[in-house]
């Protein structure tokens, strides 16, 4: 089974970027859907961008954030332009073995451990 950890969070001025990567152990992390998802202080955890063969984002992040992978390097990236402070929050990226771009949290069984981004104003 795959195991999944985040890196690339940080602190950013509004406007800024990041880059989170999510690296996968195993040797299927192509079969699999990829998410990321976030969890701002006191809200509940929402979707935010998933990958398989296409893309699929969160109106909240559309054209902002880009999330991309690389079989080869069993990595996962979220592009994140034009940050506001409302993007603050712990995010998570997770894996599904089901192949559809699912945007529902539960749907997802791997999860990583999460990495911080916060964006001051």
């Known amino acids: 089974q795959v195991q999944l950890v985040e890196s690339g969070g940080g602190l950013v001025q509004a406007g800024g970027s990041l880059r989170l990567s999510c690296t996968a152990s195993?040797?299927?992390?192509?079969?699999?859907?990829m998410g990321w998802f976030r969890r701002a202080p006191g809200k509940e955890r929402e979707f935010v961008a998933a990958i398989r063969r296409s893309t699929y984002y969160a109106d909240s992040v559309k054209g902002r954030f880009t999330i991309s992978r690389d079989n080869a390097k069993n990595t996962l990236f979220l592009q994140m332009n034009s940050l506001k402070p409302e993007d603050t929050a712990i995010y998570y990226c997770a894996a599904t073995y089901t192949p559809l771009l699912l945007t529902e949290g539960r749907m997802y069984n791997i999860w990583g451990q999460g990495t911080q981004v916060t964006v001051s104003s």
């Open positions: 195993g040797r299927t992390f192509s079969t699999y859907t």
